[in-house]
């Protein structure tokens, strides 16, 4: 089974600066997608930023930006810019390609704290 | 448009007590699924379903069943609450597409005393 790893159980960050929060997942597939969630104090999980495994691009969505490396298993996610609102868990995700058990498989999740 | 709702969204249940979770989405979604939250272990899934009428266990379902009668209502239901079933449950739904995002329900917060 795949599972997802977050070395990083708490991050903290200056406003204005760049964070980059970790992610690596063990997979044997070659066709997958890649996530990573947000979860505010009010437990509502967004959507950040997604990627194909098929795409050697890098995702980017406004701050957000990712680098993927696919043969190291890596995805991270940095954020520019960081802002007081940016502040809650980080969950990074893996959900497969194929077959129709294609759930998510998330990892443990990193807080990320922004300092005015 | 709702999005994906569940209810309630708190409960306190004593030992061996039964309940049903209600997740319900408006957005026509073929998936939907069960996940609960513990502190430290991110989202594990309990079970989804693929359409109305089917569903699949998933990394943890023991002590819980569901139901999908209707394409926009998935049922979630403990017939015996262990106090290790108090977590956070969450709901999702997406469409078809591997691709596709997967949106959340505001999650259900359940004590087992």
């Known amino acids: 089974a795949q599972t997802v790893t977050q070395s990083q159980p708490e991050m903290s960050v200056q406003e204005a600066e760049t964070v980059t929060l970790s992610c690596t997942y063990d997979?044997?597939?070659?066709?997958?997608?890649l996530f990573w969630y947000k979860q505010p104090p009010s437990r509502q999980m967004i959507l950040v930023i997604r990627?194909?495994?098929?795409?050697?691009q890098n995702a980017t969505e406004n701050r957000f930006s990712v680098n993927f490396q696919k043969a190291a298993k890596s995805f991270s996610l940095k954020i520019s810019d960081s802002q007081l609102g940016d502040a809650a868990m980080y969950f990074c995700?893996?959900?497969?390609?194929?077959?129709?058990?294609?759930?998510?498989?998330f990892g443990a999740g990193t807080r990320l704290t922004v300092k005015p | 448009n709702a999005g994906v709702t569940q209810t309630p969204k708190f409960r306190v249940l004593k030992t061996g007590q039964s309940m049903t979770l209600l997740c319900a989405q408006d957005?026509?979604?073929?998936?939907m699924y069960w996940y609960r939250q513990d502190p430290g272990m991110g989202l594990r899934l309990i079970h989804y379903?693929?359409?109305?009428?089917?569903?699949a266990k998933g990394e943890v379902p023991d002590g819980y069943n569901v139901s999908r009668l209707k394409k926009q209502n998935f049922l979630l239901g403990l017939e015996s609450a262990a106090p290790s079933q108090t977590s956070v449950y969450f709901c999702?739904?997406?469409?078809?597409?591997?691709?596709?995002?997967?949106?959340f329900g505001p999650g259900t917060r359940l004590t087992v005393l």
């Open positions: 379903s693929v359409g109305e009428g089917t569903t």
């Open positions: 997979t044997s597939e070659s066709d997958y997608y």
């Open positions: 999702a739904s997406r469409r078809t597409g591997g691709y596709n995002e997967q949106f």
């Open positions: 990627q194909e495994a098929y795409k050697q």
């Open positions: 957005m026509n979604h073929e998936y």
């Open positions: 995700a893996y959900r497969s390609a194929g077959g129709r058990n294609n759930d998510m498989r």
